[in-house]
């Protein structure tokens, strides 16, 4: 099956730093990809639609200025979490829908960061 | 109004037990598809098993079914002969629309499952 990657795992940051996120797609390429966030004991929250080449598109309520995401190619997207602070701290998922398919295979979930900020 | 409604914040099975997993979703989007995922301690989300809104059967993988009641707008999991391995927390999710867009998901609040020996 297809295979998506998330680098880091687990990142650990100051308070005002910044951190970015990497979402890849290993074997198929991923013209719409995903950002989800999940609070410890909660659901996931879709935070922002990403199309290779294009503005992201935010969910109500998600600051654009504070989640910087860049899907560049077709294969890459990124998180950037900018000015970090505690309220942060959360498990980022990202997912990226293969075009060439559907149904339920659509959508192909990464293993998550868990971003701490101290 | 939430659009995917899980109604068992946990649930306690015993192994080799069935069980099922409720959720209910709201929609007024004819077409739709509707996701099960199963997400163990690790944080990973397993896809499980997928219903779109036109398939007129209901879907099966393995052990996992879905008992797809279009009209009460009910797609509950089931699990057959439970395991060990299916603690879990399960997530219901729809997307809205041919999937021809570029849709996120909406997830309901979970189930935490609990398999006893």
């Known amino acids: 099956g297809a295979v998506v990657s998330q680098h880091p795992s687990r990142v650990i940051c100051k308070s005002g730093t910044s951190v970015k996120i990497e979402c890849r797609s290993l074997d198929f390429q991923a013209t719409t990809m995903f950002w989800y966030r999940q609070f410890p004991k909660q659901s996931l929250m879709l935070m922002a639609t990403?199309?290779?080449?294009?503005?992201?598109?935010?969910e109500q309520g998600v600051e654009k200025d504070k989640f910087l995401i860049n899907h560049a190619s077709l294969t890459l997207s990124t998180l950037t979490v900018t000015s970090a602070h505690p309220e942060d701290s959360s498990f980022y998922i990202c997912?990226?829908?293969?075009?060439?398919?559907?149904?339920?295979?659509?959508?192909?979930f990464g293993p998550g960061t868990r971003l701490t900020v101290t | 109004a939430q659009k995917i409604t899980q109604t068992q914040p946990g649930m306690f099975v015993q192994e080799k037990e069935a069980v099922t997993l409720d959720c209910t979703y709201d929609t007024s989007d004819p077409s739709y598809g509707l996701f099960w995922y199963k997400q163990p301690s690790s944080g990973e989300m397993i896809f499980l098993i997928y219903?779109?809104?036109?398939?007129?059967q209901n879907a099966t993988e393995g052990r996992y079914s879905l008992n797809f009641q279009k009209a009460r707008k009910s797609a509950n999991l089931v699990i057959s002969a439970s395991q060990l391995g299916d603690s879990a927390m399960y997530f219901c999710?729809?997307?809205?629309?041919?999937?021809?867009?570029?849709?996120?998901?909406?997830f309901g609040k979970g189930t935490h499952l609990i398999i006893q020996p």
């Open positions: 990403s199309n290779e080449g294009s503005k992201a598109t935010y």
């Open positions: 997912s990226a829908r293969d075009a060439g398919t559907s149904g339920g295979y659509e959508q192909y």
């Open positions: 999710a729809m997307r809205e629309g041919g999937g021809g867009g570029a849709d996120g998901l909406t």
């Open positions: 219903q779109g809104s036109y398939d007129q």
